[in-house]
């Protein structure tokens, strides 16, 4: 794909996901316009104080519950990257028709969107909490999942094609527990829901890669799953904080102790693919069947779980990861 000549834009551009994406679109792809796409003017106003201000960028004040605002904003954009969402498990929990009214009817709004504008390609970031959810935030996720890969039937004869993409946790990102870590280490105590814990882990800017990566190979219909390694929770802390108390406060409601990228229910539609999984619709008429042609069918009853992934961080490892964080936490300028 020729990105050059492209119009981007990714709504909840000021976010973590968001401001990276900007960040390697503009180093190394060039496209010909860049849209954020967010309702917050003060967020917009810091990205921009902090050299966020390119010719090609462009910003756009609208929330994704106001579908007027976003076919205006749509208008001759070739791809939307979805990003815009209320993640905060705890907050959605306690105003769940806000998390529905965004993430559930924001994505219908943005579906509809791309649908009249005749936008190319859209894909939205979904995440390891929209499978077997157990919290609202996932439950919505997994709504917006199922929007995203259904409405390619809407496209009927258009070129607009949907996708997914799915990861788990990431580092360093608003809300992540590595910041919450960092704080609570200059108290000597670092508090955990359980010693049992894992989650999958990626970087930021793998994250953003790999959703450039499959904007540029969807078809429309799929959820691509990155294959990412696990960590444990305590391993985490020892690793930002190796001479605090480990302290157990007990699992929080809505939270698992392990979570899942690929049910073993997916397993049977999802084909592995080198570094990723691709999960394929079922049985659609609008589905062109090329991802068989290069992938490999998964094993009866293969499951994608934190726990027993076969790739795992060690706490050096893990300590090279954050070491940048830590950096910029004590700088001030963690996104």
């Not at 939307?80 to 306690?94: N, S």
Request: charged residues 25%; glycine residues 8%.
């Amino acid at each position: 794909m020729d990105w050059k000549d492209k119009v981007i834009l990714i709504t909840g551009g000021t976010g973590s996901f968001g401001k990276k994406f900007i960040e390697i679109m503009l180093q190394d792809y060039h496209p010909a316009k860049l849209i954020v796409y967010s309702r917050d003017e003060l967020k917009q106003h810091e990205m921009r104080a902090a050299g966020f201000d390119h010719p090609s960028l462009r910003y756009f004040i609208g929330d994704v519950r106001d579908v007027q605002r976003l076919n205006r904003a749509f208008n001759a954009v070739d791809i939307v990257v979805h990003a815009a969402a209320l993640k905060q498990v705890p907050a959605c929990e306690y105003n769940p028709m806000e998390a529905i009214k965004t993430n559930v009817l924001g994505s219908s709004n943005v579906i509809d969107a791309a649908l009249d504008a005749g936008v190319g390609r859209v894909i939205a970031l979904s995440t390891d909490k929209a499978v077997n959810p157990v919290n609202l935030y996932g439950a919505t996720k997994l709504c917006a999942e199922k929007l995203f890969v259904q409405s390619n039937y809407y496209a009927g004869g258009r070129s607009t094609r949907f996708s997914c993409v799915r990861y788990g946790n990431v580092v360093g990102s608003r809300g992540s527990v590595v910041p919450a870590f960092i704080k609570q280490r200059q108290n000597g105590k670092v508090m955990i829901t359980d010693e049992r814990m894992t989650r999958f882990w990626i970087s930021l800017e793998q994250g953003v890669r790999f959703v450039i990566r499959c904007i540029e190979q969807m078809h429309g219909g799929e959820v691509f799953v990155p294959k990412i390694p696990s960590m444990n929770l305590v391993d985490l802390a020892r690793a930002i904080a190796p001479q605090a108390q480990v302290e157990v406060m007990g699992i929080r409601p809505g939270e698992k102790l392990h979570e899942v990228l690929i049910s073993d229910d997916e397993s049977r539609t999802t084909l592995e693919m080198g570094d990723m999984f691709v999960v394929q619709p079922a049985e659609s008429p609008w589905f062109v069947k090329e991802w068989e042609k290069v992938g490999k069918p998964l094993p009866d009853g293969f499951r994608y779980a934190s726990n027993t992934n076969e790739q795992w961080l060690s706490v050096e490892q893990i300590q090279q990861i954050i070491a940048p964080i830590e950096s910029a936490f004590e700088q001030g300028t963690l996104a």
